[in-house]
């Protein structure tokens, strides 16, 4: 600032001056405390330029990055007033953008100095105005500066007598103030969505976090974990918090955090926490040190989130996985026994393995059908009639069956499936369904024993079957199977004959509804 | 004990070809309890899984009479409960040659306490 000792009025001039400018930045630091946008305060600076110059309108536009191109920050309200007048409707929103630097400001800008231009039209760098602006007849512009850089400009237009200078010296020592005003303005807003985003994005995520500090003390937690357990920030401050830790998890769960804290690392643990209305869930609890510049600790970072639903899920799968090892072996075993049998009643190679075919066939189908129904269960007009397919018999006058449908656990299934199997491959061989004009009845129905269990009662006939001699290969298998593991394994009363006539066997085999692992 | 026939009929064969008189074969929890209270068992061969139930009982008490036992499994062992993992286990299909063997060992075992 110079001062222009010409006179005591020059004096006089320049204290009102320097009173108005002080007023000035004092009113713009006031107004800045409360405006919601930088584009509002800008409004408010350009008002207060206006009135210590008393120019009609201005405007304040900033420098792009690559620094050919200038965004208005704002228009003042004269302005704007004097717009509405020529062009209803331009408003706030649709300040320009990406001028060029030409025109009287693009002077301001080019020779980073400011400019008085009063007699503008006929001033070298005149561009004219845009379409709708109001003549321009004497301009005022002072370059914007931040931390010593041009960072962009503040015109004003139409003080009725033109600028003088001591309008430029005011307007100059107006614009460090505007720009720190403006820029202190939009690192607050910028900050203010950062934290908006921040709550709301730790609300969005869903788990439940919490901060200690360097020692594990000073719990404190978002809103969730109170939502959670209704335990209030004092109860969960201290080890509070480990009430609504499962009494089973709850001493292994203290001595891991206090571990962490001690020796630093981080933590990982599963543990059930009671809700509000006393249920237990499985969480997975973790966190992890923030270190400062010496690497040691300041404060503990956690997370809990809710794994119950996985961690039965887990449970079950491990359930499953041994079941099926379970199952696979045994059904091995089984096989092995199967084929030691078949091999042991001897007979040319063919036939044992024909035999054996035959019965690892049964089994699989079996094993198949039960898989396929969502709940397991084979209905037993089906499975004799699978059996029967397989033997190459279908519906015919010879075949006759009836009784009710009767849904068969799995293990009944597994059972009645390989007698069936067998009765049906020695009646095609050498029974019934061989014989012309011999015929097979199959019949069954359910009953309720004494002590409420429902059984199934399954009878084979066969007749007009000449009586000849059964090979005993055929009949070991089958006639072992029918008499002794049914019994045996399924709790079946059973009866097999081999009489005039052909081969009538009879099985009673109660249906449990069978446990479920799966 | 063992709930499926043909196994259990192949390993009453397999024992009693080498000369151990066998009780049972028994596929029932209840029916295993009763033998073991009612008469003298020296060795016992026991599936885990019998269909419907395991054979955990009958294993606790088996442990509690101090009478030498092992698992013939289709199980492996981490799916046992903690108190009986240290009982000796043979996989299924099962080799008559380990079987054998094994219920010597157990035998043995007991010769020494």
Known sequence: MTLELHDESDLLATLARKNAVLQAINRIFHEALGATSEEALGRLCLAVAEDVTGAEFSFMAEMTPTGDKLHDLAISDRAWAVFHRMWPGLGPETLPTHLDLHGLYGRVIHDDASLIANDAPRHPDAIGTPHGHPPLASFLGVPLHRQGRLVGVIGLGNRPGGFREIDRLAVEELAPAIVQALYSKRAELALRESEEMRRVSIELVPAILWRTDGAGHNKMSNSQWAELTGQSEDEIAAWGWLDAVHPDDRAGAEQAFRRSYSNGEPLERQMRIRGREGAYRWFLMRQAPMRDAESSVTHWFGAATDVHDLHLLEERQRRLVAELQHRVRNILTVVRSVFARTADTGGALEDVADHFRGRLDALARTQAIVTQTASGHVDLENLIRDELLSVGVADGEALSLSGPDVPLPPRAAEAIGLAVHELAINAVKYGALKVPGAALEIVWSTDVADDGTRGVHLTWAERGVPVIAISPNRQGFGTELICEALPYQYGAQTQLAFAGGGVRCSIAMPLHEEGNTF | ?113
């Open chain 2, 1 to 113: 004990m063992e709930d499926e026939y043909f196994i259990a009929s192949d390993l009453k064969r397999v024992l009693q070809a080498e000369g151990v008189e066998v009780v049972g074969p028994v596929g029932r929890l209840a029916d295993a309890l009763a033998i073991i209270e009612r008469e003298r068992v020296d060795v016992a061969l026991l599936d885990v899984n019998l269909g419907s139930a395991m054979s955990f009982p009958v294993a606790e008490r088996l442990q509690a009479l101090g009478v030498p036992f092992l698992f013939l499994t289709g199980y492996d062992a981490w799916t046992l409960p903690e108190p009986l993992r240290n009982v000796p286990l043979l996989a299924k299909p099962f080799d008559s040659d380990a079987v054998i063997a094994a219920v010597h060992a157990l035998c043995g075992m007991e010769e020494v306490r």
